[in-house]
């Protein structure tokens, strides 16, 4: 049975008690459907609530010899999670993703130019595109801007297996439907995940791993994209309390690729996160950036989030 001395509830650890970063995978294929998120090896205090909400938006640019995806992707989510007892956690999220002009070429490019990251033909392109072209799928689409990509609910309940004050371990099952009738990325009808959580906490510094795998039906309505059935999922968080209510975080989160072929959406994505956490006494507001490594076409170029996070009942 798991105990009730972890990281939300031992008043000696200066960690602010949030865990991983409220974000979800900005990869074009990923966002829309299940991507298991980085979750916390800990539990909140016996019968704590979390209401949240967050919104996302992001650059899609992969252009390679056999596909072109040029567009502006956005999400908004909202959700809770409720600590039922000492040992079962229950999430509930609602998420919807769109196509809509957040006029982010400009500053993407100006990021590139800044560090030093080729622009991958962009420069050549005209602004403010909404493009899919993958011919080898048999998948066509320009000028949706404005419409729905997909609309999708999570549940997650979560088992704490093992915590003291330091250390963590947590098993979690997830549950994804996304609406079929809706989106331009409406694939799966439903979706599966199981994960383990390991957390760890030492004053000011702590750190959450989770490693996943999800199985899925393979049916999409892009009909010929060769959708693998089963995925896993690495993710690590890495926090630091620099001063009273300001948190530094760092996330990795590695996906396996959705296809299985030889384009770069059978290659993993590899989505680093940086973010900046503020906390007050009931409440935590999070901003986050996601940059896309190694594998330049099968992810966004870029993504910028606000999350905000409330928490009431006991100890809250």
């Known amino acids: 049975?798991?105990?009730?001395?972890?990281?939300?509830?031992?008043?000696?650890?200066?960690?602010?008690?949030?865990?991983?970063?409220?974000?979800?995978?900005?990869?074009?294929?990923?966002?829309?459907?299940?991507?298991?998120?980085?979750r916390s090896g800990f539990s909140l205090h016996p019968d704590q609530y979390e209401l949240y909400g967050s919104a996302t938006i992001s650059s899609v640019w992969a252009i390679t010899a056999s596909y072109e995806l040029d567009y502006y992707q956005n999400q908004l989510s909202?959700?809770?999670?409720?600590?039922?007892?000492?040992?079962?956690?229950?999430?509930?999220?609602?998420?919807?993703?769109?196509?809509?002009?957040?006029?982010?070429?400009?500053?993407?490019?100006?990021?590139?130019?800044?560090?030093?990251?080729?622009?991958?033909?962009?420069?050549?392109?005209?602004?403010h595109r909404f493009v899919i072209d993958m011919p080898a799928y048999g998948v066509q689409e320009a000028n949706f801007n404005g419409q729905t990509l997909g609309s999708a609910i999570t549940s997650y309940l979560q088992y704490q297996a093992y915590s003291d004050e330091s250390?963590?371990?947590?098993?979690?099952?997830?549950?994804?439907?996304?609406?079929?009738?809706?989106?331009?990325?409406?694939?799966?009808?439903?979706?599966?995940?199981?994960?383990?959580?390991?957390?760890?906490?030492?004053?000011?510094?702590?750190?959450?791993?989770?490693?996943?795998?999800?199985?899925?039906?393979t049916p999409t309505?892009?009909?010929?994209?060769?959708?693998?059935?089963?995925?896993?999922t690495f993710g690590a968080s890495y926090r630091y309390q620099w001063f009273e209510h300001h948190t530094l975080i760092a996330q990795l989160t590695i996906n396996q690729g959705l296809l299985d072929d030889t384009s770069e959406f059978s290659k993993?994505?590899?989505?680093?996160?940086?973010?900046?956490?503020?906390?007050?006494?009931?409440?935590?507001?999070?901003?986050?950036?996601?940059?896309n490594m190694f594998h330049a076409d099968n992810s966004t170029d870029i993504a910028l989030g606000l999350a905000f996070r409330y928490r009431f009942g006991a100890n809250a």
């Open 167 to 217: 250390h963590g371990v947590s098993f979690g099952l997830s549950l994804y439907y996304n609406d079929t009738s809706n989106g331009l990325f409406s694939a799966s009808r439903f979706e599966q995940s199981g994960q383990i959580n390991y957390g760890y906490i030492n004053d000011k510094h702590a750190f959450d791993t989770s490693l996943a795998i999800t199985l899925r039906e």
């Open 1 to 38: 049975m798991g105990t009730t001395f972890g990281l939300y509830t031992c008043s000696a650890l200066a960690n602010d008690g949030y865990g991983p970063l409220n974000i979800y995978s900005q990869s074009p294929l990923q966002t829309n459907v299940l991507a298991p998120q980085i």
């Open 268 to 291: 993993p994505t590899t989505e680093f996160v940086y973010g900046y956490r503020y906390t007050l006494k009931n409440s935590a507001v999070e901003l986050t950036v996601v940059e």
């Open 221 to 232: 309505d892009f009909e010929s994209m060769p959708f693998r059935s089963s995925t896993w």
């Open 78 to 127: 909202m959700g809770g999670k409720w600590q039922l007892n000492s040992d079962w956690q229950l999430d509930v999220q609602y998420r919807w993703n769109f196509a809509a002009n957040n006029h982010l070429d400009k500053p993407t490019m100006a990021f590139h130019d800044m560090v030093g990251i080729d622009q991958n033909g962009r420069a050549e392109a005209d602004r």
